[in-house]
């Protein structure tokens, strides 16, 4: 089955111990997004690649990267972890960005703790 | 600026129908989506409104009006499988997703 996996599913890091969560589809979708989402809170975008071109939020900490190596494959990386970073992860795919086109396709998330 | 607004939680009974409302302010509309989330899990798509009305999806509806920046996904029959949180999303003129924090829906038997 066509589908978005991350990996892993829960990450237990060090405060300031850089971690990579990883992500990949076989939808061939052309737009990969990464999201951070806090309990009981709306998914709040970090970035976004349309094939390779990459679209910062303007309100992303310069602590998150992330790398598109190929079509199939997203990392988001981040490089000092926090406590207030403690959240879940989640990847999504879309075909594109123009309207009927944006459905998303998410990924099962990573959840991330920071000790 | 942009925003969306929808009940924090709301509860309902097995085999009843309930209404998740939603308002909306974007810059430029470009459709409303709605996801459901389980506890824990990734949000999975259920409906996507670009036109005034109402679209039937089995046991859930989802209704939009752009008069009014206002939504609503209708969930007839309740199951306990239901519960979880519904997310209601607006695409604005950038083809930017603007998300609602999500309504907690609980369902007791």
């Known amino acids: 089955d066509a589908m978005v996996i991350q990996n892993p599913r829960y990450q237990v890091t060090q405060f300031g111990k850089p971690v990579t969560l990883s992500c990949s589809q076989t939808l061939n979708h052309n737009v990969m997004y990464w999201y951070q989402q806090k309990s009981s809170q709306a998914p709040k975008l970090l970035f976004h690649?349309?094939?390779?071109?990459?679209?910062n939020e303007a309100d992303t900490p310069d602590n998150f990267q992330s790398r598109r190596p190929n079509t199939s494959f997203c990392f988001l990386d981040i490089r000092s972890p926090g406590l207030g970073d403690a959240a879940m992860y989640l990847c999504a795919t879309s075909r594109a960005t123009g309207t009927g086109a944006n459905v998303l396709t998410f990924g099962a998330g990573s959840r991330l703790t920071v000790l | 600026g942009q925003n969306i607004d929808q009940p924090t939680e709301m509860t309902a009974t097995e085999g009843a129908i309930v209404q998740i409302n939603c308002t909306y302010q974007t810059s430029g509309f470009n459709g409303l989506f709605w996801y459901q989330q389980h506890a824990g899990e990734a949000p999975t798509f259920l409906s996507y409104?670009?036109l005034d009305g109402l679209e039937e999806k089995g046991r859930f509806s989802s209704f939009l009006s752009r008069s009014k920046g206002y939504s609503y996904l209708l969930l007839k029959e309740l199951q306990m499988k239901d519960s979880a949180s519904y997310l209601c999303?607006?695409?604005?003129?950038?083809?930017?997703?603007?998300w609602g924090a999500g309504t907690k829906l609980i369902i007791k038997p």
């Open positions: 999303a607006g695409l604005d003129s950038n083809y930017q997703l603007i």
């Open positions: 409104n670009v």
């Open positions: 690649y349309y094939d390779k071109d990459f679209n």
